[in-house]
């Protein structure tokens, strides 16, 4: 095993300008994350430099089996922490070979959004706390729990110290340096209401980049939880009963929000997600009316409400924010297995354009 160890880590830089790109995509069901790996003859840090590549769309469920080539298109470099050097991770997009992005490839039409004068002018600012739950390899219950039984009650587990309160705190720790190594603007990490379950945030980033970043992270963490021998799940309710959910909420302010009189130009974004409650719930991701009940901290997913420092609403104004009047507010809505893409350029949209 150790000359196996000594492989995995060769620093290629001691004998070779050649550098190793992961290629990474989403797969056909949104949540499934993609990579495969190809040299390149050496170091790169702009995307546009970097070749588009292609795979079998039809083994993703993106294509069909007499015309499956799905081309990938780079947009977004970040260091990698597995390979190290001058190794690099690459988040792409996917399109047909006639250059029209495929169905699944929610990025493009953010892009779009993103790139509106009206909307780039703004700033837009995201912060996403993206929650997840580890679960034990081969049962689909969450580590630390007995198999087909209960820990005791919620209580001392968020942000809990000690061998019974936080479980899995070195893959947590293990994720955190990864992302601040590749690149990704993570701003912390804790555990969560239920046993098993964390929150890593990221954030405050602007525009497109928060859908790359958040992707990224996503990745970096699916490749920790596969060598440490757990699997990861981002399904907005993993156990029935009285335990908390998982939801991926999402902080935002674009520059008239974090000047002064920022906090009326709040109001007046929250006035507009409420016209639009419904259409945004239907983007917020599968399974979330599991987890927005009204109750473990949640609005009903059915009724729109808003309030100072409050986490039973569908949005929240901090306490901060009303004091200074200016700053963020915080949508609550979004499900841990949120598109990041399109929950980012849909809040711009609708309270930038809308």
Not at 297 to 307: C, P, V
Not at 320 to 336: H, Q
């Amino acid at each position: 095993m150790s000359l196996l160890s000594d492989l995995v880590n060769l620093n290629l830089s001691d004998s070779t300008e050649k550098i190793i790109a992961e290629y990474i995509w989403i797969g056909g069901s949104g949540m499934d994350i993609r990579s495969k790996a190809r040299t390149l003859p050496g170091p790169v840090s702009d995307p546009s430099k970097l070749p588009k590549w292609n795979y079998d769309g039809s083994s993703t469920g993106q294509a069909a089996g007499d015309d499956s080539e799905v081309i990938l298109y780079p947009q977004a470099i970040f260091r990698d922490p597995f390979r190290k050097g001058n190794n690099i991770l690459v988040m792409c997009d996917a399109y047909t070979p006639a250059g029209n992005p495929i169905p699944t490839n929610k990025r493009h039409n953010a892009a779009k959004i993103f790139s509106n004068s009206k909307v780039s002018s703004e700033e837009p600012w995201y912060g996403i706390e993206q929650e997840y739950t580890l679960m034990q390899k081969g049962v689909n219950w969450p580590i630390g729990w007995p198999v087909g039984g209960f820990p005791g009650p919620q209580g001392p587990y968020y942000c809990g110290v000690g061998a019974e309160k936080a479980i899995g705190r070195d893959i947590v720790d293990a994720h955190y340096k990864a992302c601040l190594y590749a690149g990704i603007g993570i701003s912390g990490v804790n555990g969560e209401v239920m046993p098993g379950q964390w929150e890593f945030q990221v954030g405050p980033v602007e525009g497109i980049s928060a859908g790359d970043q958040v992707w990224v992270a996503r990745y970096l963490l699916e490749r920790i939880t596969e060598i440490s021998g757990v699997n990861v799940s981002f399904d907005p309710k993993p156990v029935p009963g009285d335990w908390n959910g998982a939801g991926a909420h999402c902080n935002y302010s674009t520059k008239s929000m974090r000047n002064d009189g920022g906090l009326a130009v709040i109001k007046k974004a929250i006035e507009k997600l409420q016209v639009k409650h419904k259409e945004h719930i239907a983007a917020y991701g599968e399974g979330n009316e599991r987890r927005l009940t009204g109750k473990h901290e949640t609005a009903d997913i059915n009724t729109f409400s808003w309030g100072v420092a409050n986490r039973g609403a569908s949005v929240r104004v901090g306490r901060d924010t009303e004091k200074e009047g200016k700053g963020y507010f915080e949508d609550r809505r979004p499900a841990s297995n949120m598109d990041p893409y399109v929950v980012t350029s849909m809040i711009a949209e609708t309270t930038i354009l809308g």
